[in-house]
Nanobody, 118 residues
Framework: QVQVVESGGGLVQPGGSLRLSCAAS????????MGWYRQAPGKQRELVAR???????NYADSVKGRFTISRDNAENTVYLQMNSLKPEDTAIYYC????????????WGQGTQVTVSS
């Protein structure tokens, strides 16, 4: 059973950068896809970025060119580098393990708050 813990959220000004980390436990980490989702107040949770076990990535249109997802299988960690942040990126960001291309997996972290504001 995989468990995940996010870190790296915080308050940043528009145009700034943050890097989120998701540390996973479990020996199957390298063989499963990992994703970052976010949920803003009053909105549904949405996929931000996903990376397969082979390293293929996909992104929400709203973050393409600004966010980069990566993984370090030796460290059982997945990252989300967020650049050129906008106020509309404000949300709780969740790490997800084991999802498919269109559905999340069953394993979620507790979430980390990202606030973009001047």
């Amino acid at each position: 059973q995989v468990q995940v813990v996010e870190s790296g959220g915080g308050l940043v000004q528009p145009g700034g950068s943050l890097r989120l980390s998701c540390a996973a436990s479990g020996r199957i980490f390298s063989s499963i896809a990992m994703g970052w989702y976010r949920q803003a107040p009053g909105k549904q949770r949405e996929l931000v970025a996903r990376i397969t076990s082979g390293g293929s990535t996909n992104y929400a249109d709203s973050v393409k060119g600004r966010f980069t997802i990566s993984r370090d299988n030796a460290e059982n960690t997945v990252y989300l580098q967020m650049n050129s942040l906008k106020p509309e990126d404000t949300a709780i960001y969740y790490c997800n393990a084991g999802g498919g291309s269109s559905t999340p997996g069953a394993v979620w972290g507790q979430g980390t708050q990202v606030t973009v504001s001047s």
